[in-house]
């Protein structure tokens, strides 16, 4: 698919169904991902595949931490326990934030967000439906600490990458006025 369409056209798919995501796709996701812009190549951006298996273990990890928080209906329970089966391939993007003296930890995350937005538009440009996630789930420290994380990372996204089985919402249309203007001198 032309880059240009890809980029203006791709709309967030929750919808995903499988087959897997396939060993090359994963590739260009990635490869997507680490051409994302990077100041001084700090590199702050980590992925890590959830798939298969997996996702009900994570679920489990989901449902114990939010269950120690509230009480849970067992249609909520369920829905937790089952959120990562939502989509067949799910990657946490993480920034691995440093101290730097030209860097500050903002732009480190956006280097990560960057990369997630890569990836959202080389799946819509595979053919792949994506969605970017986040919610309680990423601050929480015991999901942090099942996957390995410790306090200088943070979690940006639950992409959820699968394929697409209903009629993708349209694009939205915008009127490009309201968010561009020229500048034309300084505003008193
Ligand atoms: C940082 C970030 C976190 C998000 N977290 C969620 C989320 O937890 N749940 C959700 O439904 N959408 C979330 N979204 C929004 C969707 O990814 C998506 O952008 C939105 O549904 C609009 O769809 P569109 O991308 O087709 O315009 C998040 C977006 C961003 C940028």
Redesign the pocket.
């Known amino acids: 698919m032309d880059a240009i369409r890809a980029i203006t056209e ?5 919808q995903l169904t499988g087959p897997d995501i396939t060993q090359e796709q994963k590739e260009i996701l990635f490869k997507a991902a680490l051409r994302a812009p990077d100041h001084a190549w700090m590199r702050p951006s980590r992925y890590l595949t959830i798939e298969g298996e997996a996702r009900e273990e994570l679920g489990k990890i989901f449902y114990k931490y939010q269950a120690g928080r509230e009480v849970l209906s067992p249609e909520k329970a369920k829905k937790i326990k089952n959120m990562l089966l939502r989509a067949p391939l799910v990657i946490v993007g993480i920034t691995h934030l440093e101290e730097h003296p030209k860097v500050p930890r903002d732009e480190q995350l956006l280097s990560t ?1 960057a990369g ?2 890569n990836m ?1 538009n080389a799946a819509y440009a595979m053919g792949l439906g994506a ?5 309680a789930m ?1 601050e929480c420290e015991g999901v942090r600490k099942a996957l390995g994380l410790n306090r200088d990372d943070v979690i ?3 992409l959820y990458v699968g394929h697409i089985n209903t009629t ?2 349209p ?2 249309d915008v009127e490009l006025s309201e968010y561009v203007t020229a500048w034309t001198g300084e505003t008193s």
Do not use: D, N
């Not at 791709?10 to 929750?14: D, E, L, N, Y």
């Open positions: 791709r709309v967030s798919v929750a967000g997630v937005q959202l969605i970017w996630r986040t919610g990423a940006t996204a639950f993708p919402k694009v939205p």
